[in-house]
């Protein structure tokens, strides 16, 4: 089965296969950030949140490996190290303490963007590729496009959560 169409198989091809590559390396970066963002935080529902999107992403991942090995094509990398294996007690304790929920939220938006953008990419070129690769790239993009839109509700839940807890401490200090 060809996943690209036979006229293609040029200079501009390469280029195209050299795209989908960098887009591998993206799944692979989302697919740390999230698994990194897991093992760094302490709250459960964020965690198994971030924890279920990392698997998302190397599945995605693993899927375009496949697709580019169908193509004669070697992906640049097959997995990527997740994990701080040389992090210190002292490292943890503090990343455990000073992680902002926030802020890891937004790096993993932010890196799905990059993702997105990869995946449009490729699909400004869907004419050079056959129905398989065509439906990865949307199937990828739609359920990054829906983890993303829980992502920002988590965040405007966390918002929610911090505003609350402002204000009540606020009421407190003018009460006494």
Known sequence: MELFNEE?????????????N?????????????????????????????N????????????LIFALSQAGVDPSRLSVPK?????TAIDTKNILEKTELDN?????????????????????????FNADIYQLLVRSKNEILASNIAL???????????????HTKIRRLKAI
């Open 104 to 128: 890891v939220l937004t790096r993993c938006y932010k890196q799905d963007t990059k993702v997105i953008q990869g995946i449009d990419s490729g699909l400004a070129h869907r004419e050079k």
């Open 152 to 166: 920002k509700e988590m965040q405007e839940r966390l918002h929610a959560e911090e505003a609350k807890t402002k």
């Open 52 to 63: 279920h999107e990392s698997v998302n992403r190397n599945r995605f991942a693993t899927k």
């Open 83 to 87: 994990g701080n294996k040389n992090r």
């Open 8 to 20: 293609h198989m040029d200079q501009e091809t390469q280029k195209l296969f050299s795209g989908l």
């Open 22 to 50: 960098e887009l591998l390396e993206e799944f692979f970066r989302a697919e740390r950030l999230y698994y990194d963002a897991a093992e760094d935080l302490q709250q459960v529902d964020f965690k198994r949140f971030l």
